[in-house]
């Protein structure tokens, strides 16, 4: 992954940032090693403090190994065991496929992430911090009297384009994990192992054209709407409605757009009583890009059992009418 593999650094720094461990203000101190670091640099001196703010920023913007390094020392104290937490971190964001062996991504036998990895933690990354968002469509950034130009070609050459990181060793080639938005469409996209600067620009630019061009999301319902009402066997009241604690939303190609199918799929009655945290049923949707999918519905509301009497009627009710009886 090279350096989008600092995706992860930030995460967590934007983590100890939100904690209240760190402010921006917070000043770090840059050690030697962190210092000797080569590859991409903002150009610390070892000795000096540096803001988390202007760290950021070097390692957004400029890619700086050395500013990775200071964050990882501060936070763990060693950058083998701030490894050790981007690892942990990996596995809590549903991360399968990767293992960090540093903070920087350089190259190392054990240290890896699949492209789907990278997407699930750039969607991650600007799901829960997107207050920390505008600095990775800044291009430039000068730090120590060295102004650098940020890495992602697509700030400079696609309009819809407003991040995240790119990626170089001899390696993995040319690399970039981005993110565009368009008529409030947002997308992610992951490329590597391209020869080239100019092949990694114009194959992202194609991609995304194409991507906005042929598919579609569908938004079937918004988080909390009432999706389903169910019958309740023996409780204190009789009905409650289900719903789903998120947007259902799903992406299908345009060409696919009369072939998808969506259902409701559960029990009734629901047997009291009912709490707000299990799961009672589920909306099915197939044909989409992602193949079935589902979502799960929640109960509304708790519902405690019924007393004896309530439980007679109802049993009554059931037996003459087929249902309830109020």
């Known amino acids: 992954p090279a350096s989008m593999s600092k995706l ?33 640099k903002m150009f610390l001196e070892p000795g000096t403090e ?33 490894s050790e937490l981007m690892n942990k971190k990996a596995s809590e964001l549903g991360l399968r496929n990767s293992n960090f062996s540093n903070s920087t991504g350089w190259p190392d036998e ?30 430039n950034y000068t730090y120590n009297d060295i102004s650098q130009n940020n890495r992602n070609p697509l700030l400079f050459s696609y309009k819809f384009a407003d991040g995240l990181k790119t990626g170089y060793t ?28 100019k092949e990694r620009r114009e194959e992202s630019k194609k991609l995304f054209e194409w991507a906005f061009k042929e598919f579609i999301n569908i938004k079937l319902f918004n988080k909390s709407d009432i999706i389903q009402q169910a019958d309740v066997w023996i409780g204190k009241k009789s009905i409650t409605d289900l719903y789903s604690t998120k947007d259902i939303v799903f992406t299908i190609k345009k060409e696919d757009l009369k072939k998808y199918d969506a259902k409701i799929v559960f029990t009734n009655p629901i047997v009291a009583p009912i709490s707000t945290n299990q799961v009672y049923g589920k909306v099915l949707i197939n044909n989409t890009v992602n193949g079935e999918i589902e979502y799960p519905l929640y109960a509304i509301e708790k519902i405690e059992k019924a007393g004896f009497l309530k439980k007679i009627t109802t049993s009554l009710s059931y037996l003459i009418f087929g249902g309830y009886a109020e």
Request: include cysteine; glycine fraction near 6%; proline fraction near 1%.
């Open 110 to 139: 054990n240290h890896y992430m699949t492209a789907a990895d990278l997407a699930i933690l750039a969607s991650r990354l600007m799901k829960d911090y997107p207050e920390f968002l505008y600095l990775f469509k800044e291009k």
């Open 50 to 82: 540096v803001t988390v703010m202007a760290l950021l920023k070097g390692i957004i913007i400029q890619s700086g190994n050395d500013a990775c390094i200071v964050v990882a020392e501060s936070i763990a104290g060693d950058e083998n065991t701030f």
């Open 8 to 40: 992860m650094t930030l995460y967590i720094l934007f983590d100890e940032i939100q904690n209240g461990t760190l402010s921006l203000d917070t000043k770090l101190t840059v050690s030697e090693k962190a210092w000797r670091k080569g590859g991409s």
């Open 170 to 197: 001899e390696d993995s080639g040319y690399s970039l994990v981005a993110t565009a938005k368009k008529n409030d469409r947002r997308l992610i996209l992951i490329v590597s192992g391209l020869k080239s600067e």
